[in-house]
């Protein structure tokens, strides 16, 4: 059983930057593709940025060039740093945790319990 936690949520200016964390608890976490999400009102849960083990990243064409996904093996965390944020940009973002690939629509098993992201002025 892998279990998330995710922090570093708020309310932020268009422009402005978030760090969002996930710290995961387990012995298998550097085994893991880990994931954000989001998943804005309305809107259906899309993936964000993914890393696998390797240290290979994938990323959403919105986000491209200004959100950086990293982990960090030893604390069991993974970090989302999202800069030039955009008022399409609110939603509540999830951490996720699986084996392999993750897209939209391949997710892996393991969920936290999101961390409301706002971008206004």
């Known amino acids: 059983q892998v279990q998330l936690v995710e922090s570093g949520g708020g309310l932020v200016q268009p422009g402005g930057s978030l760090t969002l964390s996930c710290a995961a608890s387990g012995s298998i976490f550097s085994r893991m593709t880990m994931g954000w999400y989001r998943q804005g009102p309305g809107k259906q849960r899309e993936l964000v940025a993914a890393i696998r083990s390797g240290g290979t990243t994938n990323y959403a064409d919105s986000v491209k060039g200004r959100f950086t996904i990293s982990r960090d093996n030893a604390k069991n965390t993974v970090y989302l740093q999202m800069n030039s944020l955009k008022p399409e940009d609110t939603a509540v973002y999830y951490c996720?945790?699986?084996?392999?690939?993750?897209?939209?629509?391949?997710?892996?098993?393991?969920w936290g319990q999101g961390t409301q992201v706002t971008v206004s002025s």
């Open positions: 996720n945790a699986g084996i392999g690939i993750l897209t939209t629509s391949v997710r892996g098993a393991y």
